[in-house]
C-alpha cells in the first residue's frame, strides 16, 4: 500500500526566503507525482504534474524534482512571497487509473 | 475554460439526517472522482467514475455513501445516514480520461456533522 509523507508538517520563513518541501513515498512504482497548493476553505490547485520518467518540471518561482528510485520529491520555491502562504499537498499516481495518493501536506507561511 | 463545480460550498446537518452533493467537472472529462478530506489530512480518494461506470470504490463505506454519474457528466454524492465523524471536505476533481492525465479539483463542500 502506498504511503505519502511530508516533511516538515508546518514551515514559517521570511519574505525572499528561498525554501524545499520535501515529499517521499513508499512504493516507487508510481505513473506520475503532483504538487498541489490548497488556500484555508479552497479546493486544489495543481502546480506541477512529474511524469515517471521526468527527473524535474519548472513553472515560475517553483521547480519540483522526482527521484523515483529513492521515492522521493522535493518542491523548491525561489524568492518566497506572502501570497506563496498555504498548504502545499504532494500526490502520487500508483497502479494506473489515476488514482492519487496524497501526503498530509505541509502548512507554509511566508511573513513580511 | 470553466473549473469543475461543486455545491453546495458548505452544510450542516445533525446526525442521522441525509445529504447530497453535486459535482459538474470540465467539460470533456471522462474521469470523475470524488475525495474526502478530514481536517489535518490529505484527500482520500471515495469513488471514482470513467464515464458512467465505476472504476473504483473499495474505500467508499457502501453501508451510508452512494455516488452516481448519470449520463457521464454531473454526478452526485450521498450520504444517508450522516455521522459525526462524516464531517470532512468533500473534493470532487475531473481528468480527461483515466490514465497519466492531470486531476484538477473543484472548491470542495465542507460538511459539519452535528
Known amino acids: 500500500k502506498q504511503e505519502v509523507t511530508q516533511i516538515p508538517a508546518a514551515l514559517s520563513v521570511p519574505e525572499g526566503e528561498n525554501l524545499v518541501l520535501n515529499c517521499s513515498f513508499t512504493?516507487?512504482?508510481?505513473?506520475?507525482l503532483q504538487w498541489f497548493r490548497q488556500d484555508p476553505g479552497k479546493g486544489l490547485t495543481s502546480l506541477l504534474l512529474?511524469?515517471?520518467?521526468?527527473r524535474e518540471q519548472t513553472s515560475g518561482r517553483l521547480n519540483a524534482s522526482l527521484d523515483k528510485s529513492s521515492g522521493r520529491s522535493t518542491l523548491y520555491i525561489a524568492a518566497s512571497q506572502p501570497g506563496d502562504s498555504a498548504t502545499y499537498l504532494c500526490?502520487?499516481?500508483?497502479?494506473?487509473?489515476?488514482?492519487?495518493?496524497f501526503g498530509t501536506g505541509t502548512q507554509l507561511k511566508v511573513e513580511l | 475554460e470553466a473549473g469543475v463545480a461543486q455545491s453546495p460550498r458548505y452544510k450542516i446537518i445533525e446526525k442521522r439526517q441525509s445529504v447530497a452533493f453535486w459535482c459538474n467537472p470540465i467539460?470533456?472529462?471522462?474521469?470523475l472522482y470524488w475525495y474526502q478530506q478530514i481536517l489535518g489530512q490529505g484527500p482520500k480518494l471515495l469513488i471514482q467514475?470513467?464515464?458512467?461506470?465505476?472504476?473504483?470504490d473499495s474505500q467508499l463505506p457502501k453501508d451510508r455513501f452512494s455516488a452516481e454519474r448519470l449520463k457521464g457528466v454531473d454526478s452526485t454524492l450521498k450520504i444517508q445516514p450522516a455521522k459525526l465523524e462524516d464531517s470532512a471536505v468533500y473534493l470532487c476533481?475531473?481528468?480527461?480520461?483515466?490514465?497519466?492525465?492531470?486531476?484538477?479539483f473543484g472548491q470542495g463542500t465542507r460538511l459539519t456533522v452535528v
Open positions: 512504493d516507487s512504482a508510481i505513473y506520475n
Open positions: 467539460s470533456g472529462h471522462a474521469t
Open positions: 467514475f470513467q464515464n458512467n461506470g465505476v472504476v473504483d
Open positions: 500526490a502520487v499516481e500508483t497502479g494506473g487509473g489515476n488514482k492519487l495518493t
Open positions: 512529474i511524469q515517471s520518467s521526468q
Open positions: 476533481a475531473s481528468s480527461l480520461w483515466t490514465g497519466n492525465t492531470e486531476a484538477f
